[in-house]
């Protein structure tokens, strides 16, 4: 009996909604949609997890690296030069280097790497999976850790952050993939399993990890500073290369990791001359449940003036439950001053917060204060003095009756501490907490003359706070 009109438009309508359903190559722009059963069959989770996570992987490159020393360059006890000539000064083009992948983990263009990979670069270039290329900057760094934040300049639109799974939410023995953009070419893909949770790494007999992750995927060139995702497309690790010459054998930063230094960066006093006062954290218990906590609370803030302590737990913030540390480190560090945050605790106490200006009076007077030195902007007529092959940045024009070891003045400052030193309002944030006593790292560029040619030298230095 033929079927009315009216039924079979239906089923024809029930079968497209049940098409696009449930064939998984309609979602995915890397998979092209086929009615081939046999290509369908091939879709395999790994293949859905790779283009998940494709969108989210960048590729890190420079036009130049600071090498160890110049290979033409005779006296080579001068160590880390940039190796800058007046060639490239005029402007001709040098060849490209890849450093290796990052991670984007918001849709503004945050995206996290390994520290070495841009430790050495002079201009990052960053080249996204639709193959647009933009220039990126070093927000932070932390080289005891192997992390660095940066940020991707001049985005017309925004881009597909990468998904995380559960802090500590680790199986042994469960498929994991390692992604890469090498090159700006695609995609590099390793897959194998979680080999060994909580590996120790030692140097010199001293360990210098102790939760590192291995799997029997390798690293390959340009997939380090990438994500190590499991099956589900969630980033699990960022991909580091600590062992050479090894063979099926992968290594990865545990995210749980990555997520608690991010959190330190993360915050309203880096980014928009705010203060707030919190630094979160999370942590996964013997039993298996995540907390989310105050890690640090920052001395005259709000949160300090509200009276919240060290590792209170926080359930609820602005009223929606604490799930994710990326999504509230998120949070946090896109505030500005006036806004409000209000904090619920496992016990029930409510915290009503406002962000306030950070008005510090006088930068250079705290410089020289917690510091003993004194600087000014890198102008134009300054650096034509000095040799210098650009503008901008802070140079050191005043030091300590004692000086400090290996600075001069005239010397460039990049970093102090994990903050890279661009302005003063950049000064300001590296040293609005700091403590008397403490001992700050920098790294700064001076300029060296050889046979009429230039040289950058990077050289680092500690700095006391007094």
Same mark, same amino acid.
């Given at each position: *009996? ?28 890397? !998979?092209?949609?086929?009615?081939? &059963? ?15 996570? *494709? ?42 280097? /890849? $450093? ?58 925004? &881009? ?18 390692? !992604? ?42 340009? /997939? /380090? ?40 960066? $993360? ?15 999370? =942590?996964?218990? /013997? ?48 505030? *500005? ?5 209000? $904090?619920?605790?496992?016990?029930? =106490?409510?915290?009503?917060?406002? &962000?306030?200006? *950070?008005?510090?009076?006088? &930068? ?74 403490? =001992? ?27």
């Amino acid at each position: *009996m033929a079927l009315p009109s009216k039924k079979i438009k239906s089923i024809q309508c029930f079968l497209t909604i049940a098409v696009a359903l449930f064939v998984p190559g309609i979602f995915f722009a890397d !998979v092209p949609i086929t009615h081939d &059963v046999a290509r369908r069959n091939r879709i395999s989770p790994t293949v859905v997890a790779v283009a998940q996570t *494709m969108p989210s992987v960048v590729n890190l490159s420079t036009e130049k690296v600071i090498d160890s020393y110049a290979h033409d360059w005779p006296l080579k006890k001068f160590e880390n030069l940039f190796d800058f000539t007046p060639e490239q000064i005029l402007g001709e083009r040098q060849p490209g280097y /890849s $450093l290796g992948s990052g991670s984007i983990i918001d849709a503004s263009g945050l995206v996290v790497t390994n520290a070495h990979i841009v430790r050495r670069a002079v201009k990052i270039n960053a080249t996204l999976h639709d193959g647009s290329q933009h220039l990126a900057e070093v927000l932070a760094a932390d080289d005891l850790n192997d992390i660095a934040l940066l940020r991707i300049i001049g985005l017309q639109k925004p &881009v597909s952050p990468i998904k995380t799974a559960a802090p500590g939410d680790l199986l042994l023995g469960e498929t994991v993939i390692v !992604v890469g953009n090498p090159y700006g070419l695609g995609s590099s893909i390793s897959q194998g399993v979680l080999s060994a949770i909580g590996r120790k790494i030692t140097h010199k007999g001293e360990v210098i990890f102790s939760d590192i992750l291995q799997s029997s995927a390798p690293v390959f060139p340009g /997939s /380090s500073g990438g994500p190590l995702i499991n099956i589900n497309g969630e980033i699990i690790g960022i991909n580091t290369a600590l062992l050479r010459n090894t063979r099926d054998i992968g290594f990865a930063i545990p995210f749980q990791r990555v997520e608690n230094i991010l959190a330190r960066w $993360l915050i309203p006093e880096r980014f928009n001359d705010a203060t707030l006062g919190i630094i979160p954290g999370v =942590k996964r218990l /013997s039993n298996g449940r995540l907390v989310y906590f105050i890690r640090e609370i920052l001395p005259d803030s709000p949160a300090a003036d509200a009276g919240i302590v060290a590792e209170t737990q926080i359930t609820h913030v602005n009223g929606e439950p604490v799930d994710s540390l990326i999504d509230w480190s998120r949070l946090l560090w896109r505030l *500005m001053a006036d806004d409000e945050l209000e $904090l619920q605790t496992d016990t029930g =106490k409510t915290y009503k917060l406002k &962000v306030r200006k *950070m008005l510090p009076e006088d &930068v250079e007077k705290i410089v020289n204060l917690k510091l003993g030195i004194k600087v000014q902007p890198l102008t134009i007529k300054i650096a034509d003095a000095l040799n210098y092959p650009f503008h901008g940045g802070l140079i050191i024009s005043g030091l300590p009756q004692a000086g400090v070891n290996g600075v001069r003045r005239g010397d460039l400052l990049l970093r102090l501490g994990d903050v890279s030193i661009n302005s003063r309002e950049d000064l300001w944030r590296a040293l609005a907490h700091a403590r008397a006593g403490e =001992k700050i790292p920098a790294e700064l560029v001076c300029v060296q003359r050889y046979l009429d040619r230039y040289y950058l030298v990077k050289k680092a230095a500690t700095f006391s706070v007094r």
